[in-house]
């Protein structure tokens, strides 16, 4: 099987910073696109960042110069680094996998992980 684990959450002050991670496991041969999102309580789960296999990134705009995503790849593992966090950031982060290519040759896409709690307090 093949597992998305989050860590990292927890509760911080307002202005304060969280590292997030998110490793892979499994019999995985590659990863594609790896992400972050979140959903806070009564909205929709949005995007925060993603970042290619290469190294690209892209950013919701109310995390851009606040949040970096990175991902080391012989970990295969993904990370957020928060910093000057908001009370509107409190949600619960989900690790995101594009696409998928385990030893056997099957391809997964649309992966999720259970999701990490972040809650930051005013």
């Known amino acids: 099987q093949v597992q998305l684990v989050e860590s990292g959450g927890g509760l911080v002050q307002a202005g304060g910073s969280l590292r997030l991670s998110c490793a892979a496991s499994?019999?995985?041969?590659?990863?594609?696109?790896m992400g972050w999102y979140r959903q806070a309580p009564g909205k929709q789960r949005e995007l925060v960042a993603r970042?290619?296999?290469?190294?690209?990134?892209n950013y919701a705009d109310s995390m851009k110069g606040r949040f970096t995503i990175s991902r080391d790849n012989a970990k295969n593992t993904v990370y957020l680094q928060m910093n000057s966090l908001k009370p509107e950031d409190t949600a619960v982060y989900y690790c995101?996998?594009?696409?998928?290519?385990?030893?056997?040759?099957?391809?997964?896409?649309?992966?999720w992980g259970q999701g990490t709690q972040v809650t930051v307090s005013s």
């Open positions: 995101h996998v594009d696409r998928l290519l385990t030893t056997r040759g099957i391809v997964l896409d649309n992966c």
């Open positions: 970042i290619s296999s290469s190294g690209s990134t």
């Open positions: 499994g019999t995985i041969s590659s990863i594609n696109t």
